[in-house]
């Protein structure tokens, strides 16, 4: 059966007919089927049956048999940033499956990340274009960054965090407000073992990943060796900047 999906692509903002984007991409462990469930309706069912958060048995979900995703780009934007990024993007990230293997770092500890000929720039644009897939209108900020796989110029309102997923389970939202006072935050997540990603249009979450938004600085040909330290959490909720242990919550429902 054909899908023939018209619309405004998240990229170019160009009415055409749009292709399925893989969120993460296909090659980044996004093969399976996948259980679509939105955050309302699981947050209704903890309110209403004492459901713990990870216990998604009896919801209401949309399965996505291609792997999580959305028809969300046209063609050649689709095509361009799989060409220009996603060989990059896909060596970074299976080598941070790697290196979780050899640690087995825990929830609440740090993965010690050491890459040679990473190219910086290649993943961070491969990061924002799944962002785009999510949120309908941050094209408006980051199209002609996108688009010339060359620029470096990243629209400064926004940081990009990252740590590592130390679950099954993931979460994908689009931008959200959230008050953990005296903090306001303002944040898009994307976490899909083995790695999540935040970008923060309001708010300082340096507590809560590891700021990779200098990696828009790097020429795009540029790569070398990267060394740094990356935050691990559980992902159990799907509540934003949520990285409570299974322990946590159960001891917190019982109060």
């Not at 785009?132 to 960054?145: A, M, Y």
């Not at 931008?175 to 899909?192: D, H, K, R, T």
């Amino acid at each position: 059966m054909r899908n023939d999906k018209n619309g405004v692509c998240r990229i170019c903002g160009k009415i055409k007919k749009l292709t399925f984007e893989h969120v993460p991409p296909e090659c980044c462990f996004n093969t399976t089927s996948q259980k679509l469930i939105t955050g309302e309706t699981l947050i209704k069912h903890i309110i209403d049956g004492d459901k713990k958060p990870w216990d998604y048995s009896g919801l209401s979900y949309k399965n996505q048999q291609k792997g999580m995703g959305y028809y969300s780009l046209c063609q050649e934007c689709n095509s361009k940033t799989g060409l220009w990024y996603g060989n990059s993007y896909k060596y970074f990230i299976h080598a941070l499956n790697k290196l979780i293997y050899e640690q087995a770092p825990r929830a609440g500890e740090t993965l010690n990340l050491t890459l040679k000929e990473f190219r910086p720039l290649p993943v961070f644009k491969q990061v924002i274009s799944m962002f785009c897939s999510v949120n309908e209108n941050l094209r408006n900020d980051v199209s002609e960054f996108l688009l010339d796989k060359q620029s470096t110029e990243f629209v400064k309102k926004y940081s990009v965090y990252m740590y590592i997923v130390n679950t099954e389970t993931g979460r994908i939202f689009g931008f959200s407000g959230l008050c953990q006072p005296p903090n306001i935050y303002v944040v898009s997540e994307i976490a899909f073992y083995p790695v999540g990603f935040i970008l923060s249009s309001h708010g300082d979450c340096s507590p809560y990943g590891t700021d990779i938004t200098h990696f828009s600085s790097y020429a795009y040909n540029i790569a070398g060796d990267l060394e740094m330290c990356v935050p691990v959490h559980e992902c159990n909720t799907t509540i934003a900047l949520d990285f409570r242990t299974k322990e946590e919550i159960e001891k917190q429902m019982h109060h």
